[in-house]
């Protein structure tokens, strides 16, 4: 998963500068700039957390990135997640799906979902078995995208 515009509303989160104040689904930075969890987010990570292995490919910054996924408590949902200050997010989903491998997991179908579509043919020109769900065009919230993999699953 991808986490600016697809977990939360913010385009950039690497740019908040902590300390973060967290208030229920949403957090200030030490700036007053507020980062929003998008509705949903986490009955739909506790839902698909017992029936899939979950993963992060973000360009960000993971030091910015990582306190606010831990101060939402949603850093544990993710295994072996991928937060790096670059847009090669087709080396970072393979390398997630090494360290998987390595680990021991035996992997199934690859859903990647993103809010951009510019990542798509790069994703699938690397990793053609990744099937791309485009987070606000296939699907409108986490409701549909639930609705969506329990198809797929």
Known sequence: MDLDGTLWDHEDASRLVPP???HGDYLTDAHGEEL???PGVREFLEWANQSFLLTIASWN???R???????FGLWDYFLFPKIE???????M????????????????????VDDRGIHVDDIKMTLPEVEFVHMWVDVNSFDE????L???G
């Open 93 to 112: 989903i393979r390398r997630t799906l090494e360290d998987l491998a390595s680990a021991g997991y035996t992997i199934g179908d690859i859903i990647y």
């Open 36 to 38: 929003h969890l998008f």
């Open 65 to 71: 990135v990582r306190p606010i996924l831990e101060g």
């Open 61 to 63: 910054v993971e030091e």
């Open 145 to 148: 995208l639930r609705e969506l």
């Open 150 to 152: 329990e198809k797929l």
């Open 85 to 91: 200050g670059h847009p090669n997010k087709a080396d």
């Open 20 to 22: 973060y104040e967290f």
